[in-house]
């Protein structure tokens, strides 16, 4: 497995990806990206899942997000 920029959680009997998306508050198409090699239909006990770091959403300043920025005179 490639390093995992999160942390592993190690399958134990009954989980699921969605189940585990919810327990850890992480999208489940994220949970596919980051395991792309991962069998989904036949999650095994021991087998390893990365749980990826859930990261804030950036902040964009509001006169950004109008097109209100710094310009800069051309002349």
Do not use: W
């Not at 087998?47 to 964009?60: A, G, H, M």
């Amino acid at each position: 497995m490639e390093k995992c920029m999160g942390f592993l959680h190690t399958v134990e009997k009954g989980d699921t990806l969605y189940a585990l998306s919810r327990r850890y508050r992480v999208p489940l198409g994220a949970l596919l990206y980051v395991n792309p090699y991962i069998n989904v239909y036949n999650l095994q006990v021991g087998d390893e899942v990365c749980i990826p770091l859930r990261r804030r959403p950036r902040q964009v300043p509001p006169e950004k997000e109008r097109g209100e920025g710094k310009t800069i005179a051309s002349g």
